[in-house]
């Protein structure tokens, strides 16, 4: 079975610093990798995916992440941020079948 | 671009009261998954379907059952609601099971009271 860690519950951040997003997944066949994002009172949108090839995935709104297969992470950066990335962010798995797990998501605070 | 319909956006329930949640996919998108986000929680994975026939199952109470009908919508039927069972239920939808992309729903918000 496939699990995913997001080691912060919430990072709190200022507009246009940089940000990083941490995802660890554990799972004993080979996995693909996603991180959404989740406005308030919305549903989740794909940010970007690892399905195979390059280790750094770019994604919409200037996000991207780096695949890690030795130290199974998948850590999701922007380099500036603004306001409207204030949401919750969450990191997900998929292995075996089609079901998708998530980890508990990291809220983003963006401060002006 | 079309996206995934759910219906009804929010609905509210009493206790041991029965609940209809539609969801309609992408067309042509022939994979529907139901997810239940409750309070502060990660979505959970539910129920899913593929060209009409349940393909993977996961937290899914026994209270609750699922179908995906010709026309490749899909229903969530939740009988003896309980406290518990409020949530934020998302339906996603993919074309084919392999590593496509989980197109996401709105979402219902059913409470329970």
């Known amino acids: 079975a496939q699990s995913v860690t997001q080691l912060d519950s919430q990072v709190p951040v200022f507009e246009e610093a940089p940000v990083e997003l941490r995802c660890n997944y554990s799972s004993s066949v080979s996995v693909y990798l996603f991180w959404y994002v989740q406005y308030p009172n919305q549903g989740l949108q794909l940010l970007l995916k690892y399905l195979s090839g390059s280790t750094l995935v770019k994604g919409i709104n200037g996000f991207e992440a780096e695949f890690n297969k030795s130290q199974t992470s998948f850590h999701l950066r922007k380099p500036s941020v603004h306001i409207s990335d204030t949401a919750e962010y969450f990191c997900?798995?998929?292995?075996?079948?089609?079901?998708?797990?998530f980890g508990g998501g990291t809220r983003v605070l963006v401060k002006p | 671009a079309a996206g995934v319909i759910q219906s009804p956006r929010h609905l509210i329930k009493e206790k041991r009261e029965t609940a209809t949640l539609k969801c309609y996919p992408i067309p042509r998108h022939d994979t529907v998954y139901w997810y239940q986000q409750g309070p502060g929680q990660d979505p959970q994975f539910l129920i899913s379907?593929?060209?009409?026939?349940?393909?993977d199952k996961g937290s899914i109470p026994d209270r609750f059952s699922a179908q995906q009908f010709s026309d490749y919508h899909s229903e969530l039927n939740m009988s003896s609601l309980e406290l518990g069972d409020s949530a934020l239920y998302f339906c996603?939808?993919?074309?084919?099971?392999?590593?496509?992309?989980?197109?996401f729903g709105p979402g219902t918000r059913l409470t329970v009271l």
């Open positions: 997900a798995v998929r292995a075996a079948g089609n079901k998708l797990t």
């Open positions: 379907f593929y060209e009409k026939m349940q393909s």
């Open positions: 996603a939808s993919s074309l084919g099971r392999a590593l496509d992309e989980q197109f």
